[in-house]
């Protein structure tokens, strides 16, 4: 699959942020959501007003936008910001609000496994797709006739900034600062940890923990299993791509991965307080609270 970043080169078996240009056409926005609870948010801020949320990693922002429309209601107001390290991705995100519609792609009946990976000849076949939308500049995006103007409102933001640089969350507090607000009152981590923990190593978890204990009063988390480093590992070396870099300095790895990857939440003062078991995907997806002044 391509790597967006390097747009208009064919890299098969790229896409090594996780930054698939075609994600959701694989893993339905809608779909990835209906495990969390209706209350979410009216559960932990029972008084609701106006809330501030973060996505890291939005892709194209279809889970953003699906978000949006689950959670902000007359009691709440949502204003989410989704930041991805991939700016044609961001772009469009972007676009598609701007155009009104739900960020959604045609769904085919292909199936994307639960390591965030198609077999390599789909994501081959899928990235000239995407390939020869782009050169035509043509979205396949299905309209949703009820969907508020959200560009307009201010009610979803999207943004290109690397979570685990400055400049990155320097961007993020901008947000912050231009809504009047110290803290966002959810980060979401939906399927983008093992990225940064690839890129990063043990210490860029643990960063991205620590930003998101100083960031946010609560952070969900859906981080991928020990297979899926594995499986994006064997897609670059069958690619002949060069190996993540911290690959074989990972200590946090195999079983212990879950365990240790809480255990670095509570270095940096989050306690677990939902656990919503796995997913489909058998993924965790854990609810984190900061107790972080
Ligand atoms: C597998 S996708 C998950 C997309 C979305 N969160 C979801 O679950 O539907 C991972 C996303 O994380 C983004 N990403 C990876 N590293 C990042 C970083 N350091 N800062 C911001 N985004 C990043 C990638 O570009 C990619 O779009």
Redo the contacts with the bound molecule.
């Keep these: 699959m391509e790597n ?2 390097t747009e208009g080169s064919i890299e098969p078996g790229g ?1 090594r ?4 240009i075609n ?2 056409q694989f ?1 339905p ?1 809608e779909e ?1 959501i209906c495990h969390l609870p209706q209350d979410l948010f009216s559960d932990l801020f029972p008084s609701g007003g106006h809330l501030y949320a973060l ?6 922002g ?3 936008v699906a978000l949006h429309r689950r959670y902000s209601t007359d009691q709440v107001k949502l204003t989410i910001l989704g ?4 700016q044609l ?1 961001i772009k469009r995100a972007q676009e598609s609000l701007k155009n009104n519609n739900a960020c959604g792609q045609n769904i085919n009946s292909d199936t994307i496994d639960s390591c ?1 990976t198609v077999n390599t000849d789909k994501n081959i076949k899928n990235e000239r797709l995407s390939k020869s939308n782009e050169n035509t500049e043509k979205l396949t995006i299905n309209p949703v006739s009820d969907i508020k103007d959200l560009s307009k409102n201010g009610d979803i933001e999207f943004v290109h ?5 400055d400049e ?1 969350i320097n961007k993020v507090k901008d947000f912050l600062e231009s809504h009047g607000v110290q803290k966002f009152d959810m980060i ?5 940890s ?3 923990h690839l ?2 190593g043990d210490e860029g978890l643990e960063k ?1 923990l620590e930003i998101c204990s100083k960031l946010s009063r609560y952070t969900l988390l ?1 981080p ?1 299993p020990w297979k899926c480093y594995q499986t994006a590992t064997r897609r670059m070396r069958r690619n002949g791509l060069p190996e993540f870099p911290h690959w074989t300095q990972i200590k946090l790895r195999g079983a212990e991965l879950y365990p240790a990857t809480i255990e670095l939440a509570r270095k940096y003062k989050m306690e677990v307080v939902k656990h919503f078991g796995e997913t489909k995907w058998n993924r965790q997806l854990v609810l984190l609270k900061s107790n972080q002044e």
Excluded at 55 to 60: F, H, M
């Design positions: 967006c970043t896409a942020f996780g930054n698939f994600y959701y893993n926005a990835r996505d890291v990693g939005c892709n194209a279809n889970l953003t930041a991805d390290i991939d991705l965030d900034a690397d979570i685990m640089s990155g979401f981590l939906f399927s983008v093992m990225w940064i890129h990063h991205l859906e991928q």
